[in-house]
Each structure stands twice: as C-alpha cells, then as structure tokens.
C-alpha cells in the first residue's frame, strides 16, 4: 500500500525557516518523481514544487523561486522542503505527493502537514 | 488567480448529470493532458481523472472527462449526496510547473 507520511509544519514567524519531510512507503521510491502542493485556509490547490527521480527535472513555482528548495533521500525514502525566507502568504496545508512523470499525474499523496507564518 | 478557470461552484439534485469547466491555454491545456481531482474537506485530493479521461481503479464510471483544445470538462451522472466535495482541474505546462484550477465547490441540492 503507497503511503505518504509529511511532517515538519507548525508555527514559524516571518523570515523564518521550515524544513517539511514526507516519508514514503509502499513503491519504489526510486521509480517516481515526487512533488509539493499547498492549501492556503479557505484556498484552492497551489502548485509548489517538483523533483525528478534522479533528483533532476527540478521545478519551482515563481512565488516560492530562490526561497524553498526540494531534495529527496533515496537512502530514506524521504523528500524534503526547505523553506526560507518564510511570508505570511506562505501560510498553508502542505501536501506532497507522488508524480508520475510520464503520465504526468500526482496519484498519491500524503494527509498533509500546516505551515502558519505569523507574528 | 490561477490562470486554469474554474466555474467557483455546481449543483445538482440526486440522480441529475452535472458538467464542471475548466478553461485554459495553449501552455498548459492546449498542450498537455488535463487531471481532475476531488476533495472532501478536512482530507488530502484524490485523483478522479487522469489523462483527459481515463478513471483509475475504484473511481465509478459516473465520473467522465473530455479535453478539447484548451479546455477541459468533468461530467458527474447519476449524482449522489457523497459527491459533494471540491473538484479541481490540472495540467502540466510546457515548463513542467503544475498549474491547478481555481477549484469548484459542488453542492447537492
């Protein structure tokens, strides 16, 4: 059973740094690239960011560029999101889930885990 | 403002076909295939349609979608009270940035 665990939100004043992990079961880690979706309170879906399964075919979202940066443990079957730089629009569920490339669709994701920037 | 549009919200009554749209362009819908997918609150997505209009297993065929040009289309038939839920429309653009629908809320009535 695929199984995506995220972790690592909570309270961060503005300026801040966060670094979320989601921590995967179930399939070959290895074979899928893996993306981050966020959920501002009362908002629709947000894009934010994918890795490749090599860790290449990195993509940012212009309004987190040069801010967050994914990476992925292969060792862990884990990917992570560090965040930096934190805004109060940053304010928001955080979901990753699983990318498959070819067919171009995130199938998979995890329950989440809330990010709230403020003072 | 997503740059994906979304009717904001739907309804139907029980047993009714609703249809929700999903208007795009060139760079994401025109030129890759579209992903629909459902919400409760409270809960992570779910994808319900991918590849314009294949459903992945466990998702009942009331569930339909179609894509031509730059838009995109979910149709829900035979509607049920569990239908209520968010539904968003996505794609891919030619940058490979995900690009999401603005969502839209779907009341049974």
């Known amino acids: 059973e695929v199984q995506l665990l995220d972790s690592g939100g909570g309270l961060v004043q503005p300026g801040g740094s966060l670094r979320l992990s989601c921590a995967a079961s179930?399939?070959?880690?290895?074979?899928?690239?893996m993306s981050w979706v966020r959920q501002a309170p009362g908002r629709g879906l947000d894009w934010v960011s994918s890795?490749?399964?090599?860790?290449?075919?990195?993509n940012y979202a212009d309004s987190v560029k040069g801010r967050f940066t994914i990476s992925r443990d292969d060792s862990k079957n884990t990917v992570y999101l560090q965040m930096n730089s934190l805004r109060t629009e940053d304010t928001a569920i955080y979901y990753c889930?699983?990318?498959?490339?070819?067919?171009?669709?995130?199938?998979?994701w995890g329950q989440g885990t809330l990010v709230t920037v403020s003072s | 403002q997503s740059v994906v549009t979304q009717p904001p919200s739907a309804s139907g009554t029980p047993g009714q076909r609703v249809t929700i749209s999903c208007s795009g362009s060139?760079?994401?819908?025109?030129?890759?295939?579209v992903n629909w997918y459902q919400q409760f609150p409270g809960s992570a997505p779910k994808l319900l349609i991918y590849?314009?209009?294949q459903r992945p297993s466990g998702v009942p065929d009331r569930f339909s979608g179609s894509k031509s040009g730059t838009s995109a289309s979910l149709a829900i038939s035979g509607l049920q009270s569990e239908d209520e839920a968010d539904y968003y429309c996505?794609?891919?653009?030619?940058?490979?940035?995900?690009?999401f629908g603005g969502g839209t809320k779907l009341t049974i009535l």
């Open positions: 060139s760079s994401n819908i025109g030129s890759n295939t």
């Open positions: 996505a794609a891919w653009d030619a940058s490979l940035n995900g690009v």
């Open positions: 590849s314009n209009n």
């Open positions: 889930a699983r990318y498959d490339f070819w067919r171009n669709y995130l199938d998979y």
């Open positions: 179930g399939f070959t880690f290895t074979s899928y690239s």
């Open positions: 890795i490749g399964d090599s860790g290449d075919r990195i």
